[in-house]
């Protein structure tokens, strides 16, 4: 069994930031890609943002200069720094994980998310 829990989601005002934080536990070897999504109410799930294990990044085009991925391995744990926050980039965010479990099998995992609302 493996989980992700994110925290750190919440009401912010536009230009604003946020920092979310989603942990990883469970029967896990380790932790390939890491990432985050999001799913904004009518649209689409849409990925936001991913990072290796090596540390190489990855940004959807609407969130480039905004956003930073990072992880931190011995933690188990990734991070997703939001700046100069608009309302569009309100939605439920989703941390994904690809988890290599104490088995050695491999799957795909997603948080049960946390509500990001931008507006003044």
């Known amino acids: 069994q493996v989980q992700l829990v994110e925290s750190g989601g919440g009401l912010v005002q536009p230009g604003g930031s946020v920092r979310l934080a989603c942990a990883a536990s469970?029967?896990?070897?380790?932790?390939?890609?890491m990432g985050w999504g999001r799913q904004a109410p009518g649209k689409e799930r849409e990925l936001v943002a991913v990072?290796?294990?090596?540390?190489?990044?990855n940004y959807l085009d609407s969130v480039k200069g905004r956003f930073t991925i990072s992880r931190d391995n011995a933690k188990k744990t990734v991070y997703l720094q939001m700046n100069s926050l608009t309302p569009e980039d309100t939605a439920v965010y989703y941390c994904?994980?690809?988890?290599?479990?104490?088995?050695?099998?491999?799957?795909?995992?997603w948080g049960q998310g946390t509500q990001v609302t931008v507006s003044s």
């Open positions: 994904n994980a690809e988890v290599v479990a104490t088995s050695r099998s491999t799957a795909n995992y």
């Open positions: 469970g029967s896990i070897f380790s932790i390939n890609t």
């Open positions: 990072i290796t294990s090596g540390g190489s990044t």
